[in-house]
């Protein structure tokens, strides 16, 4: 649907435009929100988005995504070495997200670590026994910095 609009503006269509362009509306939107004026008119906004299904979903979980990094709880702050395969020596890095999961009904000695994916902004949620992850002496956007460049980027 907004492929035909976009299409209409611009006279010609590209694939994925869509995408960007909803992509840059939310974060539009979440820059205009962090000021005073835009406010009020930012809940009106968030709540008509929340009664879309689909969008809601999207929005939603971008919003949460971004708001691990940079929100006021930052949720990626603890970046650590998990112990993939006992004996191997093979370590990813990570970041503990939850050190207590009984809440869930995961035993004591368990944390939840997310593992990022590199070049991408995807990744994985494992629970992994505590004595499998090592804290790493490092910034926590360093970390991840690191990890989404494949270990490009100087630490």
Do not use: C, W
Request: glycine residues 10%.
């Amino acid at each position: 649907m907004l492929d035909t609009y976009i299409e209409k503006i611009l006279g010609f269509s590209i694939p994925g435009l869509g995408i960007l362009v909803i992509l840059i509306a939310v974060t539009l939107v979440g820059i205009l929100g962090s000021t005073l004026i835009f406010k009020p008119f930012v809940f009106v906004i968030d709540k008509a988005v929340k009664r879309a299904p689909i969008i809601n979903l999207i929005y939603t979980s971008i919003k949460d995504f971004l708001n691990a990094f940079v929100g006021k709880e930052k949720r990626f702050n603890k970046p650590v070495l998990v112990e993939m395969y006992p004996g191997t020596g093979l370590q990813k890095l990570g970041f503990i997200t939850n050190e207590d999961l009984t809440n869930i009904g995961i035993p004591k000695g368990r944390v939840a670590v997310y593992l990022p994916h590199s070049y991408n902004f995807s990744g994985n949620l494992f629970f992994v026994p505590s004595d499998r992850v090592t804290p790493v002496d490092m910034p926590a956007g360093e970390a991840m910095k690191f990890i989404i460049s494949a270990g490009i980027t100087n630490v």
